[in-house]
């Protein structure tokens, strides 16, 4: 049994080293930290580096920690396209709502320019106006029809009053 112990001891003592020289070769190449890029680069799984706390610790304390003096802080491509993905959509989105903005703008300053100038009503008052004169025209129409009727009927009275006197004195 302590030769299956000390064999995993050893191994583990080699994955460790490995580790510990992948995240040196990052903090110098100044690459981006991260517990999968530091696996990936010493060929071990990440169960490893979060079963030994130690390690763990040194990763987070080196991704976190400020680039060194005179060294700019790395930044992945992946990230910068992220960024820029967004960027351009909340452009997009920006551009939308201003164009909607300058549109309900543009249309409150007409209408307040139209009522202001005097030159003419809008559409809705402008067909209300041509309603209320053929209604006007039909009115004027029909008061002329009652007026003629009016006069028949009194002529018609006028007529039945003349025929009655005329029965009544000849009886």
Same mark, same amino acid.
């Given at each position: 049994?302590?030769?299956?112990?000390?064999?995993?001891?050893? %191994?583990?003592?080699?994955?460790?080293e490995?580790v510990?020289k992948?995240?040196d070769?990052?903090?110098? #190449?100044?690459?981006?930290?991260?517990v999968?890029? &530091?696996?990936r680069?010493?060929?071990? %799984?990440?169960?490893?580096?979060?079963r030994?706390? +130690?390690?763990?610790? *040194?990763?987070h304390?080196?991704?976190?920690? $400020? $680039?060194?003096?005179?060294?700019?802080?790395?930044?992945?491509?992946? #990230?910068?396209k992220a %960024?820029?993905?967004?960027?351009?959509?909340?452009?997009? *989105?920006?551009?939308?709502?201003?164009?909607?903005?300058?549109?309900?703008?543009?249309?409150?300053?007409?209408e307040a320019?139209?009522? =202001?100038?005097?030159?003419?009503?809008?559409? %809705?008052? +402008?067909? &209300?106006?041509? *309603?209320?004169?053929?209604? =006007?025209q039909?009115?004027i +129409?029909?008061?002329?029809?009652l007026?003629? *009727?009016?006069e =028949?009927?009194?002529?018609a009275r006028a007529?039945?009053?003349?025929?009655t006197?005329?029965?009544n004195?000849?009886?």
């Open positions: 049994m302590t030769g299956m112990n000390d064999g995993r001891r050893a %191994d583990s003592a080699r994955r460790r490995r510990l992948a995240l070769t990052l903090l110098r #190449s100044g690459g981006d930290i991260t999968s890029g &530091l696996a680069a010493a060929r071990v %799984d990440r169960t490893f580096l979060y030994h706390r +130690d390690l763990l610790e *040194r990763v304390a080196a991704a976190t920690a $400020p $680039p060194e003096e005179g060294r700019i802080a790395a930044v992945s491509r992946t #990230s910068l %960024d820029l993905a967004n960027a351009l959509g909340r452009n997009k *989105r920006l551009a939308a709502r201003v164009r909607q903005l300058e549109k309900r703008l543009s249309q409150t300053l007409g320019v139209w009522a =202001e100038s005097g030159l003419g009503a809008p559409a %809705d008052i +402008d067909q &209300l106006q041509r *309603r209320i004169t053929m209604l =006007e039909e009115l +129409d029909t008061r002329g029809q007026e003629e *009727r009016a =028949e009927l009194e002529a007529a039945n009053r003349e025929l006197r005329s029965l004195q000849t009886r």
